[in-house]
T-cell receptor, first 114, second 115 residues
Framework: ETGVTQTPRHLVMGMTNKKSLKCEQHLGHNAMYWYKQSAKKPLELMFVYNFKEQTENNSVPSRFSPECPNSSHLFLHLHTLQPEDSALYLC?????????????FGPGTRLTVL | AQTVTQSQPEMSVQEAETVTLSCTYDTSESDYYLFWYKQPPSRQMILVIRQEAYKQQNATENRFSVNFQKAAKSFSLKISDSQLGDAAMYFCAYRTQGVNNDMRFGAGTRLTVKP
């Protein structure tokens, strides 16, 4: 699958570090998403961008900061994370229409916070 | 709030046999979409099948089919002629109709395929 790519695939960081996750979609979609996937828990929607505008922020701590410079790119900036933030972070994209909105996922970034 | 429940954390099936994964959801909406996603060990989530709630006919995609029971709010996935490559985590998901990005996922079912 190359429709949605994410880098890096693995990231280990200390609690005082600053890092960024990158997502790029090659599907011509107009919406992008960040999800957090923790073991044995449902996927948690973190942020949604429609047409580059943030439309959803599900009570995510401010140590996570999203950025969407254009409809193809999405970043998640990380700073002063906690060990409980260790998880798989998935990016997805979709074409937002009134009747069809299937989301396509990237491979994820496995984040470990020491 | 809409919730999605997958009551089977793990399932196993013999190669070439059929297996059914369960999913129930809670909603007060009448129009919505349901999805099954597959996440193999390589981690990329792949759409398996989708169902529009207004359609009475169950969706099918090759060896994958659903049993959509709207009144019971049930949306099970049947995999026929199971293959080793079907081994993965399977997630059921729900989304309301309209320009709405809030998709709710179940906790997943891990499917093992035995040779």
């Amino acid at each position: 699958e190359t429709g949605v790519t994410q880098t890096p695939r693995h990231l280990v960081m200390g609690m005082t570090n600053k890092k960024s996750l990158k997502c790029e979609q090659h599907l011509g979609h107009n919406a992008m998403y960040w999800y957090k996937q923790s073991a044995k828990k449902p996927l948690e929607l973190m942020f949604v961008y429609n047409f580059k505008e943030q439309t959803e922020n599900n009570s995510v701590p401010s140590r996570f900061s999203p950025e969407c410079p254009n409809s193809s790119h999405l970043f998640l900036h990380l700073h002063t994370l906690q060990p409980e933030d260790s998880a798989l972070y998935l990016c997805a994209s979709s074409q937002v229409l009134d009747w069809e909105d299937t989301q396509y996922f990237g491979p994820g970034t496995r984040l470990t916070v020491l | 709030a809409q919730t999605v429940t997958q009551s089977q954390p793990e399932m196993s099936v013999q190669e070439a046999e059929t297996v059914t994964l369960s999913c129930t959801y809670d909603t007060s909406e009448s129009d919505y979409y349901l999805f099954w996603y597959k996440q193999p060990p390589s981690r990329q989530m792949i759409l398996v099948i989708r169902q529009e709630a207004y359609k009475q006919q169950n969706a099918t995609e090759n060896r994958f089919s659903v049993n959509f029971q709207k009144a019971a709010k049930s949306f099970s996935l049947k995999i026929s002629d199971s293959q080793l490559g079907d081994a993965a985590m399977y997630f059921c998901a729900y989304r309301t109709q309209g320009v709405n990005n809030d998709m709710r996922f179940g906790a997943g079912t891990r499917l093992t395929v035995k040779p």
